[in-house]
Nanobody
Framework: QVQLVESGGGSVQAGGSLRLACAAS????????MGWIRQAPGKEHEGVAG???????YYTDSVKGRFSISTDNPKNTLYLQMNSLKPEDTAMYYC????????????????WGPGIQVTVSS
């Protein structure tokens, strides 16, 4: 059973930084794909970033140059470094796994964590 648990969220002022981490267990596919999805209040889910074993990396346009996705151990811990945060980054952030490829993290992720809140104040 795949389990994903996010940590590192919280409240920060605009321009600040946060680093989200996702501890993954039970995910042992040789070909892997993981990512981050967020949902702001009153809005649809949005694929923020994706990373897969083929070396593909995806970022949604609004976070390019500010966010960075990485792993320290493929499939074990996933990170999202978020710099220059803006109020519009305020959302619930979900770690996901077993997407088809990095660019399809939003529509193809089969496993989701419970989510963690990120709040950016102006």
């Amino acid at each position: 059973q795949v389990q994903l648990v996010e940590s590192g969220g919280g409240s920060v002022q605009a321009g600040g930084s946060l680093r989200l981490a996702c501890a993954a267990s039970g995910y042992s596919d040789r070909r892997w794909c993981m990512g981050w999805i967020r949902q702001a209040p009153g809005k649809e889910h949005e694929g923020v970033a994706g990373l897969d074993s083929e070396g593909s990396i995806y970022y949604t346009d609004s976070v390019k140059g500010r966010f960075s996705i990485s792993t320290d151990n493929p499939k074990n811990t996933l990170y999202l470094q978020m710099n220059s945060l803006k109020p519009e980054d305020t959302a619930m952030y979900y770690c996901t796994a077993d997407c088809d490829e990095a660019t399809t993290v939003l529509v193809s992720s089969r496993f989701w964590g419970p989510g963690i809140q990120v709040t950016v104040s102006s």
